[in-house]
């Protein structure tokens, strides 16, 4: 596709977009999501862009007002995407806080574990970080019709960014399937919302044959641009870290778009010298959405598909778009693919919830996934272990009064009611 504005900004020659599994490249401005052979590709640079990005550079963004600075993606702008910074649509997001809780360390039963709370973002989910870029790309090419299919939280960010930027947003939604707090958000933004009847596997399939017919840009997971956004996450937690490398960082894994842009953020963070040793993931599924840790225990010798279903609604997913990029992130870290059952995932959760923090079932996966690992001994009590949470309590607060056994009592307006209820 050409546009008038690759024409009006000289393309920076040093990004492009890399197919990932033959040596085919092509320009960074065209609108593609695959490889003529098929497979994914991802964006990529020549230059050393880690002789800009210093450390000291880092340090000074922390303290400006500029909301490039702010921005926990944009900030690593040298390594995320080179954009005319007035085709930027930043709110800001990222700048996500590194929390510790004894009673949690306790529970996966670790001396040392840390949480990013990615739930901080201003749509409540980490999935701001690749949409910043995604809609931003979109704008620079001139594009004003934006769709995805969604689990809830990227159309929940997609509508709130399109609508930032004036455009108009159609997310396509397995209907019945998302939480009503995840389709308030896309309704109130104001995206055009879909609910397909069927899996979000279908849903995806029809968002994937509606952008190629209807001109509409794609910005899922298969977006390289996401990607590069999600990134940031890594970048902003080495940072945090004094890029003091943890042992572990522990995921969420549904689509895998996460674990496969942290393989890629760890690649580079290391090739730039940030860090001198490459921690090893660890993505966790729901044992009812496992198509990637089936791939895993068999040696990665091909990819499954699943008829997917779990109460982490994020994480439902039978057929995950970037299989062949987070195959390479397990590899290159020397990571691991675990699953966890409902009932781990909401018990995690309920101690997630107790310390204060709080999540959506899918994060609480990380911590469920640890403490498995840990009784496996393959994380051992003294690693050094940071858990990813993914998305916000009040995403999903049907799953909390649908599992907990702390119901609300109800009570006459008066003291003995009160003295009653609380046993006094
Ligand atoms: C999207 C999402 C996930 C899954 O991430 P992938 O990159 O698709 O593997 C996990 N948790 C939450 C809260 C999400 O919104
Ligand atoms: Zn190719």
Request: charged share 20%; net charge neutral; glycine share 8%.
């Amino acid at each position: 596709m050409t546009d008038p504005l690759i024409t009006l900004h000289a393309p920076d020659l040093s990004e492009r977009l890399q197919c990932v599994a033959c040596t085919a490249s092509f320009s960074i401005s065209e609108v593609r999501y695959h490889c003529t052979c098929g497979a994914l590709l991802t964006v990529e640079r020549d230059d050393a862009w880690h002789q800009t990005l210093t450390r000291a550079l880092l340090a000074s963004r922390q303290l400006s007002h500029n909301p490039l600075d702010q921005s926990g993606v944009w900030s690593f702008r040298e390594a995320i995407l080179s954009l005319p910074p007035e085709h930027i649509v930043t709110h800001p997001e990222g700048r996500t806080r590194l929390y510790e809780r004894r009673s949690l360390a306790d529970f996966a039963g670790i001396e040392q574990l840390g949480f990013k709370h990615e739930g901080e973002n201003p749509t409540g989910s980490f999935k701001d970080r690749g949409m910043t870029v995604a809609v931003s790309q979109a704008k620079h090419l001139g594009l004003d019709y934006v769709a995805c299919a969604s689990t809830g939280n990227t159309s929940a960010s997609l509508a709130a960014y399109a609508s930032q930027a004036g455009m108009r947003a159609v997310v396509f939604l397995p209907a019945g399937k998302i939480a009503t707090s995840k389709l308030a958000q896309a309704v109130g933004y104001g995206a055009t919302c879909l609910a397909v009847q069927g899996d979000f596997d279908e849903a995806m399939g029809l968002v994937q044959e509606s952008a190629s017919k209807l001109g509409m840009y794609l910005v899922n997971s298969v977006n390289p641009f996401r990607l590069e956004g999600q990134k940031s996450i890594i970048f902003e937690l080495l940072a945090q870290r004094n890029f003091e490398a943890p042992d572990w960082i522990v995921v969420p894994a549904g689509n895998l778009g996460n674990t496969s842009a942290f393989g890629k953020a760890l690649r580079e963070a290391h090739a730039a010298g940030w860090i001198n040793r490459l921690p090893r993931l660890a993505a966790i599924q729901a044992a009812g959405a496992n198509p990637f840790y089936l791939s895993y225990a068999d040696e990665f010798s091909h990819s499954y598909q699943v008829k997917a279903e779990t109460v982490a609604t994020a994480i439902r997913i039978g057929a995950p778009v970037n299989y062949s990029k987070a195959k390479r992130a397990i590899l290159d870290t020397l990571g691991v693919v675990a699953q966890v059952t409902d009932q781990e995932i909401m018990q995690a959760k309920a101690a997630i919830d107790r310390s204060g923090l709080g999540c959506e079932p899918a994060s609480a996966a990380t911590l469920a996934g640890v403490r498995q690992l840990v009784q496996a001994g393959t994380i051992k009590a003294s690693d050094d272990v940071v858990c990813i949470l993914t998305g916000h309590m009040l995403k999903d607060p049907e799953a909390v009064l649908a599992a907990t056994s702390l119901k609300v009592k109800e009570i006459a307006p008066n003291l003995q009611a009160v003295q009653a209820a609380l046993g006094a």
